[in-house]
């Protein structure tokens, strides 16, 4: 069974920092692009990083610049999203996802299920 697994999510006070996990089972992610997406209540889904198979990162969200990065270990078979300077605005439930293209395309194959983040004092 091919799957994505966030994990990481949680509460934390304004100015902390989190990271999250993608895993993947059942396939391996050195041959996809792997995306962060993220969903505020209310709002429409927004990407925030991508990071292609060769490593090379694309950012989607101007206000995380400077206080998001996206990495990768194959070795490990997951892709990490390190989260400081955390904003109540960053509130959201973030997804992970799988785009077969190798790089950052946009057109996800795979979808995780989501980890709750909540920034607030």
């Known amino acids: 069974q091919l799957q994505l697994v966030e994990s990481g999510g949680g509460l934390v006070q304004p100015g902390g920092s989190l990271r999250l996990s993608c895993a993947a089972s059942?396939?391996?992610?050195?041959?996809?692009?792997i995306g962060w997406i993220r969903q505020a209540p209310g709002k429409e889904r927004e990407g925030v990083l991508c990071?292609?198979?060769?490593?090379?990162?694309?950012n989607y969200a101007d206000s995380v610049k400077g206080r998001f990065t996206i990495s990768r270990d194959n070795a490990k078979n997951t892709v990490y999203l390190q989260m400081n300077s955390l904003k109540p605005e960053d509130t959201a439930v973030y997804y992970c996802?799988?785009?077969?293209?190798?790089?950052?395309?946009?057109?996800?194959?795979?979808w995780g299920q989501g980890t709750q983040v909540t920034v607030s004092s």
């Open positions: 996802a799988a785009d077969g293209s190798r790089w950052c395309s946009q057109e996800y194959d795979y």
């Open positions: 059942g396939f391996t992610l050195d041959y996809y692009a």
């Open positions: 990071i292609s198979s060769s490593g090379g990162s694309t």
